[in-house]
């Protein structure tokens, strides 16, 4: 793992695979809003997936005719928003025993309860706005298949339910035993489940969306234009940075970098601490003998998971992960996947494991592959992951002017966005108005930015 995250991410590769849900593109996937770039604006955003298109859309809405430009290196959201599962699952209980130890109980309740408003939040605004991004509003399930997990999961539940409100949607969880399981969710090897509120989103188009609201709001959209480098600028400059394009320089009063795991291309010194992690997605259609789930699941085992959301009218399923197995068979082409930065390729270990786990999972209840579309697709994406495993947000330490919002590990659809609300109150001076609700312990600090990645949490 040392030498992994050694291993500098460089630019997005200029050809990754497709995913699913950018099959296909949206209209303005490689808009330039101007032939060229301006020589100097207010904000510079860097990155366009859910964290840059949050940031650019709310400082436009707050700050009407603020200059925001967005330089995105490749198409229009096509990071890892544009290539995830779409999976919109807090799973709190999971990560709350180990948050309430390291970071006190009321840190780890506020982050609970930021997992969930972000799906809801997500859930209003596209409302709102009309966005058309296939959301759904429904419960999940976690089928559990190892003993020490349902006993650690529901010790978790219970700490959760004393103390956040036992009436509030994040503490909500309903246990289930190995027989009650296996039968309501046909899951044949099931120990035990573990359900909850949840959801799916196309992140894509969702992102589109917001960025389709923030052009009409005056938003500078720069596609296939990677930001090279950052130059801090002498404090007597009107602004502050400079930043190098492979279309000339741009100088900017505040910058952001929503660079997710290539961060540490532009900003060196987290090399080593926030760390590209790729993940696989694959889509499949359904068994023949499965009926239409109404919940989305994740299979959860000794050391890993995959993750199922479906699509109840076309009888297909987009499931991730593998990750865990693959440890357990190969670990050495498992660190391989840290310090990865190449989603132009899949790793065919993955490709198998997560072509024949589906049938595994549902047994005879899977019935036989579809023979026209049994396998249909997959892609791989890049994930930022930190040494800590939380998200590193605002102000970059003794660096005016420079914002951050990085490292949503592998959970970005239910971070995201309330992280991108929360950066935004920094940015404009505000930050009293998420001090109640944000936890302080995603703040981006030099302590922080110290830690060496070790591996995920
Ligand atoms: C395979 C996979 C599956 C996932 N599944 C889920 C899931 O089911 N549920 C969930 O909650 N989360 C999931 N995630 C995580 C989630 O997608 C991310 O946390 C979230 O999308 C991060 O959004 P972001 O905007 O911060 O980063 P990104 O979407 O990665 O956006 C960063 C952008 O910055 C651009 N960029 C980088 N460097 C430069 C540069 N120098 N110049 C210009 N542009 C640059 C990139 O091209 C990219 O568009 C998954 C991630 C992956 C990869």
């Known amino acids: ?57 709310n400082i436009l809405t707050r700050r009407p005719g603020a200059q925001v430009l967005i330089l995105e290196a490749r198409t229009a959201c096509s990071g890892a928003t544009g290539r995830n599962g779409g999976h919109t699952k807090a799973a709190s209980y999971r990560s709350f025993p180990m948050h309430a130890e390291d970071l006190g109980i009321e840190e780890a309740v506020k982050i609970a309860r930021l997992e969930y408003s972000n799906i809801k939040a997500t859930q209003e605004l596209a409302g709102q706005h009309g966005i058309q991004c296939s959301l759904q509003s429904c419960n999940t399930v976690d089928i559990i298949y190892d003993i020490t997990e349902l ?50 989103i196309h992140a894509y188009r969702f992102t589109h969306g917001i960025l389709k609201l923030a052009l009409q709001k005056g938003l500078n959209l720069q596609t296939n234009t990677p930001a090279t480098s950052l130059l801090r600028l002498p404090a007597d400059n009107k602004r502050r940075w400079r930043i190098e394009t492979t279309r000339g320089s741009v100088l900017a009063h505040d910058v952001i970098l929503a660079t997710n795991g290539y961060t540490a291309h532009l900003y060196p010194s987290l090399q080593g601490s926030i ?66 930065s190449n989603d132009g390729e899949t790793n065919p270990w993955i490709s198998g494991y997560l072509q024949r786990c589906t049938r595994d999972y549902f047994g005879e209840n899977w019935g036989t592959d579809d023979p026209v579309k049994g396998w249909e697709k997959e892609w791989t994406g ?12 605002g102000p970059m330490p003794n660096e005016e002017g420079l914002w951050i919002q990085f490292a949503c590990n592998g959970h970005g659809m ?28 995603f703040k981006i ?7 060496r990645y070790t591996g995920r949490l």
């Not at 085992?301 to 499931?319: D, F, S, T």
């Not at 404009?428 to 936890?439: A, R, S, V």
């Not at 600090?445 to 830690?451: C, F």
Request: contains cysteine; charged residues 20%; proline residues 6%.
């Open 151 to 200: 006993e650690e999961g529901k010790k978790a539940i219970g700490m959760m339910q004393a103390a956040l409100n036992p009436e509030e949607g994040a503490a909500q969880y309903t246990i289930y035993d190995a027989e009650e399981a296996r039968k309501r969710f046909l899951a044949p090897g099931a120990l035990g489940a573990f359900e909850y509120e949840a959801g799916s």
């Open 275 to 340: 760390v590209p992690l790729r993940g696989q997605v694959s889509r499949q259609r359904l068994g023949s003998s499965l009926p239409l789930l109404s919940r989305t699941y994740s299979f959860i085992y000794a050391g890993g998971y995959e993750y199922m959301i479906l699509n109840p009218h076309v009888r297909e399923l987009i499931i991730g992960g593998g990750l865990g197995k693959l440890a357990a068979a190969d670990p050495n082409a498992y660190l391989k996947e840290f310090g990865q």
């Open 414 to 441: 239910v971070l995201c966005l309330k992280c991108a609300e929360a950066l935004t109150d920094m940015l404009l001076g505000e930050e009293d108005t998420c001090k109640e609700w944000f936890p302080q312990a």
């Open 382 to 393: 890049i994930m930022g992951t930190s040494a800590d495993g939380l998200p590193l947000i």
């Open 445 to 451: 600090t030099q302590e922080r930015t110290e830690k």
């Open 1 to 57: 793992m040392d030498q992994r995250v050694r291993r500098p991410p460089g630019l997005p590769i200029a050809n990754p695979t497709t995913s699913y849900w950018q099959s296909p593109h949206e209209d303005f996937a490689n808009l330039r809003s101007t032939d060229t770039l301006p020589l100097e604006t207010d904000y510079i955003v860097i990155g366009s997936g859910i964290s840059g298109s949050c940031i650019a859309h």
